[in-house]
């Protein structure tokens, strides 16, 4: 059963407009949310991250949201550059860091010239 | 800036060999971590390590594969003997905390390529 889901394996937008991901949990003990980007044959890197007792945390193009009541969270990027397309995959870790992160299947994001 | 090291990044292998993986994690990083992602899929925890002892090895086939961690430094994965099933990224990842906190963000290696044929 997955617990961390994301629902769009692909996401195509044109340059300079606004990307936005999602993703979705059912573990409501998860208390840390993480977004990485994967190119092929390379490891995830860390994005951005938001704890569960904030509702946004922004950095420079990247902003992620937290609903908590829905058990939901988003990555906006904008404005979207060719250099994002990429898979993002959400992540998420519950209290104490044991398990280590549980991630969702990723979205494909393509940016259109 | 510091970064994980993983070799080797492409490991081809013949079904029932034995293959090993080598991680380094970042300077001074207590908790470091072995992935397997399958292609289309997120990367599942394999094992956790906190300095030299295991934290959690639930999801670790342990009939075939192995880690150690001796020195608390780096780490080596083991697999013997390797079936086609394994075929997959297998991802180092270590983080800075000395102690379990999940607001501690996990930074991953370049990941080795396993391929059994």
């Known amino acids: 059963d997955q617990q961390v889901k994301q629902n769009s394996p692909s996401l195509s937008v044109q340059e300079g407009r606004i990307s936005i991901l999602n993703c979705d949990y059912t573990n409501s003990m998860f208390d840390y949310f993480l977004w990485y980007k994967k190119y092929p044959a390379e490891g995830p890197t860390f994005l951005i991250s938001?704890?569960?007792?904030?509702d946004k945390n922004e950095d420079g193009r990247f902003t992620v949201f937290l609903n908590k009541s829905a058990k939901h969270l988003s990555l906006h990027i904008v404005p979207s550059q060719p250099g994002d397309s990429a898979v993002y995959f959400c992540a998420a870790s519950a209290p104490g860091g044991a398990d280590g992160l549980t991630f969702g299947k990723g979205t494909h994001l393509i940016i259109q010239p | 800036e510091a970064e994980v090291a993983q070799s080797p990044r492409y490991k081809i292998t013949e079904k029932s060999q034995a293959v090993a993986f080598w991680c380094d994690p970042i300077s001074g990083h207590a908790t470091l971590y072995w992935y397997r992602q399958i292609l289309g899929q997120g990367p599942e925890l394999l094992v956790q390590f906190q300095d030299e002892s295991v934290v959690d090895d639930s999801q670790l086939p342990k009939d075939r594969f192995s880690a150690e961690r001796l020195k608390g430094v780096d780490s080596t994965l083991k697999i013997q003997p390797a079936e086609l099933g394994d075929s997959a990224m297998y991802l180092c990842?270590?983080?800075?905390?000395?102690?379990?906190?999940?607001?501690?963000?996990?930074?991953f290696g370049p990941g080795t390529r396993l391929t059994v044929l």
């Open positions: 938001i704890s569960s007792i904030k």
């Open positions: 990842a270590s983080s800075g905390s000395a102690a379990k906190q999940s607001t501690d963000t996990q930074y």
